[in-house]
């Protein structure tokens, strides 16, 4: 096995099939497209991990809605636990898993906030109950009852009518890669690892295989 240097980047010469290709983002485009296909339930759905303040880590299920311009694009409450953490350390995982390909991506980088023009045409959307749940829910707060929750989506509907605005403590995430590894399962646990990583957004990839 063999690397070869190109402008301070490196390829790696057997990186071929399903992880060939100059751009990690065009690799995870299609491994995502291929997975929309396959996959019975919301084959966007991501693994995102925080931490806190005290350096605990938080994990949950979020929706991936579009890798643009270098970046992992989702969306939620700015006033939830993962909105507050990310704002706190900048920084976050994710990962991609798909069962029925055998593969997963993981994803670790900067976070930034993406709040405009973009936030706005996503919110727009979706659904007018979904709209309304955005502005209803206290996400991550204590809840005194279902039925509370309920009532307070009939208030939004009443106050914001059918074509609500997006609330101004909702809207996008980007997450900046600075290492984002391919993994595909191989026979006898024998699994192909190729790791794009880099010091800085700004910087050019290096590629590495990585034992299973």
Do not use: C
């Not at 809605?65 to 900048?90: C, R, W």
């Not at 919110?123 to 809840?143: T, V």
């Not at 990583?197 to 290096?206: A, K, M």
Request: proline letters at 5%.
């Amino acid at each position: 096995m063999t690397l070869q240097k190109v402008s301070r980047s490196y390829i790696m010469t057997d990186r071929k099939g399903i992880f060939a290709g100059d751009d990690p983002f065009e690799i995870a485009r299609a491994w995502l497209s291929e997975a929309a296909g396959s996959e019975p339930n919301d084959p966007n759905a991501m693994a995102l991990a925080t931490v806190d303040e005290t350096g605990l880590p938080n994990v949950r299920m979020v929706l991936l809605k579009e890798i643009m311009d270098g970046d992992f694009v989702f969306y939620t409450n700015y006033e939830s636990t993962k909105g507050q953490e990310l704002d706190m350390s900048g920084k976050a995982a994710l990962v991609l898993h798909w069962k029925t390909l055998r593969r997963q991506i993981r994803v670790r980088g900067f976070v930034t906030r993406y709040d405009g023009a973009g936030a706005d045409t996503y919110y727009a959307s979706r659904s007018l109950k979904s709209r309304l749940g955005a502005w209803a829910s206290r996400q991550s707060r204590p809840l005194s009852s279902r039925a509370a929750l309920v009532a307070e989506v009939a208030k939004v509907a009443a106050r914001h009518g059918t074509n609500p605005e997006r609330p101004p403590f909702w809207g996008g995430f980007r997450i900046s890669p600075v290492e984002i590894e391919f993994w595909a399962d191989g026979d006898h646990r024998l699994h192909d690892r190729f790791l794009w990583r880099r010091e800085d957004p700004d910087n050019e990839w290096e590629t590495l295989r990585l034992s299973p």
